[in-house]
């Protein structure tokens, strides 16, 4: 089997006021962040080209449902269908379907603690064209 967890695909944090700690998270901090969030850019020791996602969603999003924890992280796959399977075969909780986008395929979970945990795998190459068309979004 591949590896399970290659990286950190995101961070998406809940917040009353998403446009106001964005901007505390700038002022403060440096992360810069549009409407979809801000990306940090990464090497892999292996010189792959790689991105993390940071963004803040309103409190009452849907999104992390069912979990009601203000954090969710979304960890970067290799093979995310045989790893759901995986994880299913040994008692995890999968949440939803998988859903596929020209930049990956996405899958949850819930973890003991009642955190919601994306799994992406990625399709490095369209995701590095977003971002090259979403400026708003690059890192400082």
């Known amino acids: 089997m591949k590896r399970r967890v290659?990286?950190?695909?995101?961070?998406?944090?809940?917040?009353d006021d998403?446009?106001?700690?964005?901007?505390?998270?700038?002022?403060?901090?440096?992360i810069n962040s549009g409407q979809y969030g801000g990306t940090f850019s990464w090497k892999s020791q292996t010189g792959e080209q790689g991105h993390t996602a940071w963004s803040i969603f309103k409190s009452d999003t849907e999104y992390t449902n069912p979990s009601t924890k203000d954090v969710m992280i979304n960890y970067r796959v290799e093979d995310l269908e045989?790893?759901?399977n995986q994880l299913k075969e040994e008692g995890v909780e999968i949440v939803g379907e998988i859903e596929t986008y020209a930049?990956?395929?996405?899958?949850?979970?819930?973890?003991p603690n009642g955190y919601k945990i994306e799994l992406w795998e990625p399709v490095s190459d369209e995701y590095e064209r977003?971002?090259?068309?979403?400026?708003?979004?690059e890192m400082e």
Request: proline share 2%; aromatic share 14%.
């Open 6 to 15: 290659t990286g950190i695909g995101g961070i998406f944090l809940k917040a």
């Open 18 to 30: 998403p446009e106001s700690t964005k901007n505390w998270y700038k002022t403060h901090l440096g």
């Open 82 to 84: 045989a790893l759901l």
């Open 103 to 111: 930049y990956g395929k996405f899958g949850w979970i819930m973890d």
């Open 130 to 137: 977003i971002l090259e068309h979403n400026d708003n979004n």
